[in-house]
Nanobody, 120 residues
Framework: QVQLVESGGGSVQAGDSLRLSCTAS??????MGWFRQAPGKEREFVAS????????YYADAVLGRFTISTASAKNTKYLQMNSLKPEDTAVYYC???????????????WGRGTQVYVSS
């Protein structure tokens, strides 16, 4: 069973930055990324990255502000969030899909989530 362990959430003010990390157990390679869910809203895609880190994909709402990247140990991914806005407030979930590619249309594994709160 693959486990995804997230860290890095917190409370910040608008315009500040946060970095989330997600580490996957197991020996396979995965497309990995992040979704978020705000109170009363559906979970939505944020960003994804290939196992090697050579391809990334972003939701329009975060393009240009968020950057997803991979550590030298490929099983850890980062989400650097800059210029945060109150509307970025949500629980952020790490997600993974076994196999090649960058899409997370199908998610095989979910993390437990980490809270990000952005005050105005």
């Amino acid at each position: 069973q693959v486990q995804l362990v997230e860290s890095g959430g917190g409370s910040v003010q608008a315009g500040d930055s946060l970095r989330l990390s997600c580490t996957a157990s197991g020996r396979s390679s995965y497309a990995m990324g992040w979704f978020r869910q705000a109170p009363g809203k559906e979970r939505e895609f944020v960003a994804s990255i290939t196992w090697s880190g050579d391809n990334t994909y972003y939701a329009d709402a975060v393009l240009g502000r968020f950057t997803i990247s991979t550590a030298s140990a490929k099983n850890t991914k980062y989400l650097q969030m800059n210029s945060l806005k109150p509307e970025d407030t949500a629980v952020y979930y790490c997600a993974a899909r076994e196999g090649p590619g960058v899409d997370l249309v199908q998610v095989d594994y979910w993390g437990r989530g980490t809270q990000v709160y952005v005050s105005s």
